[in-house]
């Protein structure tokens, strides 16, 4: 793995409680990534990260907010977790948007259940 | 809508070349096929990558054809650790901050003893 960690790797919930995901790299890397997993649908975007303070919505942002407030940290909330959204979290981190550097590394994932 | 079509699973013999096909038909010009695996619940591990070119690096090699509308991940010496979910991949570049990788549901493959 290139550096990435996720917490918690694993997280029961209820319904309508707030979820924070953290996801931490080491690689000073300047683009990160959301992506949930859910069976029959592979890996979705949830939100990206362009730099500090910068970041835009992916495919499916609905229910989802981020924050980067320094380079080795991007975090998604679900501010009010719904069964919906019991899925497979992966962090991914690169280093560019072009070239061989544009390379999307993941982490280990964080599996959520909302009850 | 879908940007990669796989096999939803294949088998293949330990020892023997697996090729993994995937079409991509309405790609772009400047969008790159990428190939990942997944192995059983872990983050997606890189592959390999091209645009128009055949690639090849440790790992695999990948043949792009000629008008870019499939491509084969080639394993050479498939081996019982190259079991896992493989995904082709389209980036598209779609703004001036971000890079979208489209994961299909990918090719299952079973490597047999």
């Known amino acids: 793995d290139a550096g990435i960690t996720q917490s918690p790797r694993h997280k029961v919930t209820e319904t309508g409680t707030p979820v924070t995901l953290r996801c931490h790299q080491t690689?000073?890397?300047?683009?990160m990534y959301w992506y949930r997993q859910d069976p029959g649908h592979g890996l979705r975007l949830i939100h990206y990260?362009?730099?500090?303070?910068?970041?835009d919505k992916g495919e499916v942002s609905d229910g989802y907010s981020v924050s980067r407030s320094k380079t080795e940290d991007f975090l998604l909330t679900l501010e009010s977790a719904t069964s919906s959204q019991t899925s497979v979290y992966f962090c991914?981190?690169?280093?560019?948007?072009?070239?061989?550097?544009?390379?999307?590394?993941f982490g280990p994932g964080t599996r959520l259940l909302v009850l | 809508d879908a940007k990669t079509t796989q096999p939803p699973s294949m088998d293949c013999a330990e020892g023997r070349a697996a090729n993994l096909p995937c079409n991509h038909s309405?790609?772009?010009?400047?969008?790159?096929v990428y190939w990942y695996r997944q192995i059983h619940s872990q983050g997606p591990q890189y592959i390999i990558h091209?645009?128009?070119n055949n690639e090849t690096n440790e790992m695999a090699s990948l043949i792009i054809t000629e008008d870019r509308k499939s491509s084969t991940l080639i394993l050479p010496h498939a081996t019982l650790r190259d079991t896992a979910v493989y995904y082709c991949i389209v980036r598209v570049t779609f703004s001036n901050t971000g890079n979208q990788f489209y994961f299909g549901t990918g090719t299952s493959l079973t490597v047999i003893p």
């Open positions: 309405t790609i772009s010009g400047n969008e790159y």
């Open positions: 990260s362009y730099g500090v303070k910068d970041t």
């Open positions: 091209g645009l128009k």
């Open positions: 991914a981190i690169s280093e560019s948007l072009a070239g061989v550097k544009e390379t999307q590394y």
């Open positions: 690689e000073n890397h300047r683009y």
